[in-house]
Each structure stands twice: as structure tokens, then as C-alpha cells.
């Protein structure tokens, strides 16, 4: 099938690689021209596990990349991939996502058949019926459920593991009224889902933008769930994780997600979270428990920081933060916990060495005036304490690192350092 992805962001350029992958004839449409100059000399235009090889192979071929939106008029299905950000209430800001919706019903006017129109940025339930449909008939003087039909497809992709998420789904999502719509979605999934035997589930609009809410609120809260549990097991000097072990063999409960800590970032579950805050509250609805998982979990650097306290009078010392990015295997560090952690730190008039093997200079950003070390065992010379941030493998093979210290304080946020002896090791949970 003939498909074009408006936007050449993480979500937009995984999905037109992964869609080339599987046979179709795509086309990235974007306003960034490097991004569009990458893609078609066959370079992925951002770091994805995997999705170098995919542009590698298809870019320029069945996969191309263009700023002109008029491409999209040839396609038998166009996805809208561009961003949604947090606006200052944390609702989504839709005023991009808006805009090219508009720029491409401008252009679908034009066309002999109209494609069928994705959604698969995350918008809020009644986003897609409120505001992207009245743009595209605005601006292409068609009618929507007659001249053409428009779906949501969220997506569950995880920085890092992003192309082997899309090609691996547990589940593929088809919000949409039109029977053709649904045929159409089917037929450009159908290699899919003929490879993987995922599960299909055909569903409203509104219920599919839902369902990405729901699915992402539900995980944050797991994890806050298991951070508050772990805050008291640590109260009653209880091993969090093996408690974790134990509830996690029933699956009712399932074990995935019931690492405690420092708690969770990056850039989708504080923005939908938070997005799904506001759009209930506008309805009336206060969403009592998703504000205390937020609060949880805006809670836990400061939990950490007081493990330190302690131990240790940080003010005028060394202090190392290991690990900067909001997890491992990405240099995103979008709503890191590194950050209120640094913040924490600052405050207490530390002298902040932050590491992480990838991270360091997007922290740079936040954070100009801190010192950035080369190395775990530079961030760790001369510290009085550490605090350990991100689950980077590296952490767990620390040793005689740690003998550089001034004083062997190790505060885990993550249960990856191994205690030893020689160092003062406090677990947030255990
Ligand atoms: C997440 C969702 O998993 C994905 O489906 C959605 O499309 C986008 O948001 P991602 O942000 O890439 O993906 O990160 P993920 O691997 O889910 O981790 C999120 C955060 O939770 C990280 O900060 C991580 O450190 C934290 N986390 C995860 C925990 O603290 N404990 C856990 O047990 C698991």
C-alpha cells in the first residue's frame, strides 16, 4: 500500500521504517529538511535500536522523505505523527498537530480519492472528533464518514526498543466507525499480524485515544504503587524486591514493572499522566488516585536525598550522581529523576558531578554550571557520597571505584550497585 507519515519524529520515523519493513511504499513528510535529507541518503534521522538498518536498507526506496504535503494525496493511508506536547496546565497542546492536520487537508482537497486519515499521536479522548476532523473537512471542503474516513492508531512504543515494540506488538489498536476504515487498517497490518498473530482490537475513536491514556496511566501507577510499598518496606526493614518477586508470580499482578525506585520519567508517562489529569478535571472528574501516583513519584528523589542525609552533611562536598538519562539505553533525559535529584542536591550546596555513559550532554542543557565526568570512577573520586540514578549495567560492575571516594556513601535509586565491603550502601526500598 501507498502510505504517508506526517512527522519524522521517534514515533513517525519508526512507524515509516517499520511499515517499509513490512512491504509498503512510504513516505516521511516533514518541515525538518535534515531530517528529510537523512531518510532519503538512507540515515535514520534519530538513535533507535534497530532502525538505523531499516532506513539503512529502505531509505530512498520504499522508504522516501519530502517536505511537500502534497504527497500525501497519492496515499492509500496517511498517519498523523507530530507531537502533542504539555501545554502549562499539562493538558496536550494541540496547536501543532492542529497545524498539519490542516496543511494536509489543504492538500487532500486535492485529491482524486481520499486516503483514510491516521491519528497516531496521542491526543485525549474526543481530541480526534473535536478538533482534527473539523479541521481536515474544513480544509479539504470534505465530509468525513462520506469523502473519507479517519481512525486512531495509538501507538506503545518504548524509547530503545522502539522497532522491535512495532514489529513485536502485544496488541495493534484500530479506533475508527467506518467498516473501510477498518478494512484498510487491516490490509496495511495484515503482514503484521499474519507474522506475530498479535491481537487486533477494533474499537471507537475515543476509545482508542483512551486506551493509550489508560495503558500508560496504568503502568505509571503500577510503578508508583510498588515505590509506596517499598517506601514502607523500607520502613519495617523489608527487602522491597524480594517481596516484588513473591506478588509478582501472581498474574493478576504479573512481574513486569514492580521495580521500585527513584521512580519513572521521560517523555510519555509525566505528559500523559499529567494530560489525563487535566482532560478529566475539565470534565468535572477529580482523579484523586492519578494525582497521588504524580505525587508519589515527584516524591522519591527527595526520599533518596533524605537516605543520604542520613549518612552524610553533603553541604561544600563531592557528591556523584550516576546515571543521568530517565532510564537505561537512551540519552533522553525528559522528566529524568536525575533532574529533581541534582535540584535536591543544589539546594543542600553540594557540589554536583553528574556521569552517564550517554546522557551527559542533554543534561548540559539543564544543568550548565555542574560538573560532568568521563567516567563512573572520575564522578566517584574524591565524592563523599553517590547516588545512583539510572540502571546502567556498568553501575553493577563498579568495585574498588568506590575506594577513590572521600567517604564510601552509596545511596541506589535503583537497586543495581552490588554492596560490598568497604562502602556504606542504603537501598531506597531495601
Ligand atoms: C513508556 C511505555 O512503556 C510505552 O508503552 C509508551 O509508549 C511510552 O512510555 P518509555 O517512556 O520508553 O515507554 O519507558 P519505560 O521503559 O516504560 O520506562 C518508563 C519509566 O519507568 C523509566 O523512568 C523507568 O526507569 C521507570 N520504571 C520502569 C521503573 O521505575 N520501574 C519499573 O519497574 C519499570
Redesign the pocket.
Known amino acids: 500500500m501507498k502510505v504517508s507519515v506526517i512527522g519524522s519524529g521517534y514515533v513517525g520515523t519508526t512507524l515509516a521504517a517499520c511499515l517499509a519493513d513490512l512491504g509498503h511504499e512510504v513516505t516521511n513528510v516533514d518541515i525538518d529538511e535534515d531530517a528529510v535529507a537523512a531518510i532519503e541518503d538512507g540515515v535514520a534521522p534519530i538513535h533507535e535500536r534497530g532502525l538505523d538498518e531499516l532506513v539503512a536498507e529502505y531509505g530512498g526506496t520504499r522508504l522516501r522523505a519530502t517536505t511537500d504535503y502534497a504527497t500525501a494525496s497519492k496515499a492509500n493511508i496517511v498517519f498523523i505523527a507530530l507531537p502533542t506536547p504539555t501545554d502549562e496546565r499539562g493538558r496536550i497542546d494541540t496547536s501543532i498537530i492542529t497545524a498539519g492536520t490542516e496543511q494536509l487537508g489543504e492538500v487532500l482537497g486535492e485529491a482524486e480519492e481520499m486516503p483514510l486519515v491516521v491519528v497516531k499521536s496521542t491526543v485525549t479522548p474526543g481530541t480526534t472528533e473535536r478538533e482534527l476532523i473539523p479541521a481536515l473537512e474544513e480544509t479539504s471542503g470534505a465530509t468525513a464518514g462520506e469523502e473519507f474516513d479517519v481512525a486512531v492508531n495509538p501507538?506503545?512504543?518504548?524509547?530503545?526498543s522502539a522497532v522491535s515494540?512495532f514489529l513485536h506488538p502485544d496488541k495493534v489498536v484500530f479506533g475508527a466507525t467506518a467498516d473501510r476504515a477498518f478494512e484498510t487498517l487491516d490490509e496495511l497490518y495484515d503482514p503484521l499480524v499474519a507474522q506475530t498473530d498479535t491481537t487486533v482490537v477494533r474499537t471507537g475513536v475515543r476509545e482508542a485515544e483512551m486506551i493509550k491514556y489508560a495503558?500508560?496511566a496504568f503502568?505509571?501507577s503500577k510503578?508508583s504503587l510498588?515505590?509506596e510499598l517499598g517506601n514502607i518496606c523500607k520502613e519495617f526493614g523489608v527487602d522491597a524486591y524480594e517481596v516484588a518477586d513473591a506478588i509478582g508470580l501472581d498474574e493478576r499482578i504479573g512481574s513486569?514493572?514492580?521495580?521500585?525506585?527513584?521512580?519513572?520519567?521521560?517523555?510519555?508517562?509525566p505528559k500523559?499522566v499529567a494530560a489525563l489529569i487535566a482532560a478529566a478535571r475539565e470534565t468535572g472528574y477529580e482523579p484523586e488516585l492519578l494525582e497521588a501516583v504524580v505525587g508519589v513519584n515527584d516524591r522519591q528523589p527527595e526520599r533518596l536525598l533524605s537516605l543520604l542525609d542520613d549518612h552524610v552533611d553533603v553541604e561544600g562536598e563531592r557528591v556523584a550522581v550516576l546515571g543521568l538519562a530517565?532510564?537505561s539505553g537512551?540519552d533522553d533525559v525528559r522528566s529524568?529523576?536525575a533532574i529533581p535529584t541534582i535540584e535536591g542536591l543544589l539546594n543542600r550546596g553540594a557540589d554536583v558531578v553528574g556521569y552517564d555513559p550517554v546522557a551527559a550532554e542533554n543534561m548540559r542543557a539543564q544543568f550548565p554550571d555542574i560538573e560532568y565526568a568521563e567516567s563512573a570512577a572520575d564522578a566517584l573520586d574524591g565524592a563523599i557520597a553517590a547516588v545512583v540514578v539510572?540502571?546502567w549495567d556498568e553501575f553493577a560492575a563498579l568495585d574498588g571505584e568506590f575506594d577513590a571516594m572521600k567517604r564510601p556513601v552509596v545511596v541506589d535509586g535503583?537497586r543495581i550497585v552490588e554492596p560490598r565491603d568497604g562502602i556504606e550502601y542504603e537501598g531506597l526500598t531495601w
Open positions: 501507538e506503545f512504543l518504548r524509547e530503545g515494540d495503558n500508560n503502568l505509571a510503578i510498588i515505590n513486569q514493572f514492580l521495580r521500585s525506585g527513584v521512580g519513572w520519567g521521560g517523555s510519555c508517562f500523559d530517565f532510564k537512551t529524568s529523576r539510572t540502571d535503583r
